[in-house]
């Protein structure tokens, strides 16, 4: 059974860094990413990283968030900098494994003030 356990959430000022960590478990994950859900909206993509190390990231983040794993502790990180108001949301953890089953975290609080 897949298990993803998010850490790093929290209150930051506009301009300010956060760093988001997704520890997985139970599977072999060819796929490893972020997504996130303000309030009335839809969950969109942020960032995905392959275990090869291949990176898609959203525009609205690009230059300023940076996905790694370390394939080694099935761990993603989700660096943000430069954080925005707009960027605040329910941050999931998201995992595909190579035969397309997808798992959620539960989702970590990213709040930004203004």
């Known amino acids: 059974q897949v298990q993803l356990v998010e850490s790093g959430g929290g209150l930051v000022q506009a301009g300010g860094s956060l760093r988001l960590s997704c520890a997985a478990s139970?599977?072999?994950?060819?796929?490893m990413g972020w997504y996130r859900q303000a309030p009335g909206r839809q969950r969109e993509l942020v960032a995905t990283?392959?275990?090869?190390?291949?990176?898609n990231y959203a525009d609205s983040v690009k230059g300023r968030f940076t996905i790694s794993r370390d394939n080694a502790k099935n761990t993603v990180y989700l660096q943000m900098n430069s954080l925005k108001p707009e960027d605040a949301a329910v941050y999931y953890c998201?995992?595909?494994?190579?035969?397309?089953?997808?798992?959620w975290g539960q989702g970590t609080q990213v709040t930004v003030s203004s």
């Open positions: 998201n995992t595909v494994t190579p035969w397309g089953a997808s798992s």
């Open positions: 990283i392959t275990r090869g190390g291949s990176t």
């Open positions: 139970g599977s072999f994950f060819s796929i």
